[in-house]
């Protein structure tokens, strides 16, 4: 059985640009949470998928969106990206009390 | 607003110590407490899980309290070993259980052989 899987592991982009990060779930779970990890410090929560809709997000601008697919995959988006935009990226899926992580996407911006 | 602290930000200890990690949060209605490992640029790996009902959990050489009211966490590492070397990280989920995690910025341990 997969654990939580993530694409691509790094990512060099520019200031301004948009990126797009992946990430596909544990079997049989249906919630996809997504989180930002600077260097140094815990993940911060980004927003949570649930049932194809957002469930509930954190203090993060709208330039940070996102989506989750009918087989409970989902992707995220940052427009317009800042050179303090980079990160770990880190998403967990869950069904129920318990999060499971992936081993997250590296995002460099230069 | 919860915050979640963790004390020390850093330790190094000998191989075969006993240790303890802190962990403590604003909020004491949290729904649970979980303890992960991070290796170095790799993801979260979870160590234990404790429901806001219990006091304790354990796992192999690893044991995690829970002291809801005095807003308090522990995890004991009994006979470290360098492959323990990490950081560890806790977090809290609010006791609306709406899968938001809110974590410290953890400890990193380093264990020398």
């Known amino acids: 059985d997969a654990g939580v899987t993530q694409s691509p592991t790094h990512l060099i982009k520019t200031r301004g640009q948009q990126v797009t990060l992946r990430c596909s779930p544990k079997?049989?779970?249906?919630?996809v949470s997504w989180y930002q990890q600077a260097l140094g410090q815990g993940p911060q929560f980004i927003f949570q998928?649930?049932?194809?809709?957002?469930?509930q997000r954190g203090n993060f601008p709208d330039r940070f969106s996102g989506h989750q697919f009918p087989n409970y995959s989902s992707e995220l988006n940052v427009n317009a990206l800042l050179l303090g935009d980079s990160a770990l990226y880190l998403c967990?899926?869950?069904?129920?009390?318990?999060?499971?992580f992936g081993p997250g996407t590296r995002l460099t911006v230069t | 607003k919860q915050e979640v602290t963790q004390i020390p930000a850093a330790l190094s200890v000998p191989e075969g110590e006993n240790l303890v990690l802190n962990c403590s949060f604003t909020?004491?209605?949290?729904?649970?407490l979980q303890w992960f490992r991070q290796d170095p640029g790799k993801g979260l790996t979870s160590l234990l899980l404790?429901?806001?009902?219990?006091r304790e959990q354990t796992s192999g050489r690893l044991n995690a309290s829970l002291d809801k009211s005095s807003g308090r966490s522990t995890l004991y590492i009994a006979a470290s070993q360098p492959g323990d070397s990490a950081t560890y990280l806790c977090?809290?989920?609010?006791?609306?259980?709406?899968?938001?995690?809110?974590f410290g910025q953890g400890t990193t341990l380093q264990v020398k052989p």
């Open positions: 998928y649930y049932e194809e809709e957002e469930r």
């Open positions: 404790i429901q806001s009902s219990q």
């Open positions: 079997s049989g779970h249906d919630t």
């Open positions: 909020d004491s209605a949290i729904y649970n």
């Open positions: 977090a809290v989920r609010g006791s609306s259980n709406t899968g938001k995690l809110i």
């Open positions: 967990a899926s869950s069904v129920g009390f318990e999060q499971y």
